[in-house]
């Protein structure tokens, strides 16, 4: 798998794995235990990220995330067999942008909340937002957040020119 690859699985996983269970658990719980603390839903009892970005804190310290550096293998070599298939496959792919595959890698790419959610409104069968679905949604803010920084560690160290851009190729 190539790295870029390999890091958008991570992330999907990450999402995905986090995103199912918490919501078995939130749907098991139909009582609250006076007792029980009540997670925070809102963007400001949470905070950001960055001051103005709209990204909320994750739930991981630095220190917690996940070792992409281990997890990734280092890109193809300049030249190679596998840098020749990571360029045909962006070719390939670039070539589908006009069509509905990139309609859709267009609507995936959206990250920022409330569009981020809408990608699990039909696995789960209710439509994930901060009104209908809070602990959800604010689950899958923080979560995100977590599983875009668990990549930088792999990113940084390898500073690997994304094909598309080697090839000035659109993104």
């Known amino acids: ?3 870029t690859t390999a890091l958008r699985a991570l992330t999907c996983f990450l999402l995905r794995a ?5 919501a078995a658990l939130l749907g098991a719980c139909s009582t609250t235990s006076p007792t029980a603390s009540t997670p925070p839903v809102s963007a400001a009892a949470v905070g950001e990220y960055r001051a103005g ?12 995330m996940p070792d992409s550096l281990a997890l990734v293998a280092a890109p193809p070599a300049a030249g190679s067999a ?9 070719r390939q792919l670039t ?17 920022h909340f409330p569009a981020a959610a809408s990608v699990y409104a039909c696995a789960l069968g209710v439509q994930v ?9 604010m689950l899958l803010r923080r979560t995100l957040t977590d599983a875009g920084l668990a990549t930088y560690k792999a990113k940084n160290h390898y500073q690997r020119t994304r094909p ?8």
Do not use: H
């Open 18 to 22: 986090l995103a199912l269970g918490c």
């Open 53 to 64: 970005s709209g990204i909320l804190k994750g739930y991981l310290a630095a220190g917690e």
């Open 95 to 111: 070539a589908l942008a006009a069509g509905p595959r990139g309609a859709l890698a267009r609507k995936d790419a959206n990250l």
């Open 164 to 171: 598309f851009v080697a090839l000035k190729l659109p993104s």
């Open 1 to 3: 798998m190539r790295p």
């Open 82 to 90: 596998a840098q020749a298939a990571d360029d045909a496959a962006t």
């Open 129 to 137: 937002s901060e009104a209908d679905t809070p602990n959800l949604n």
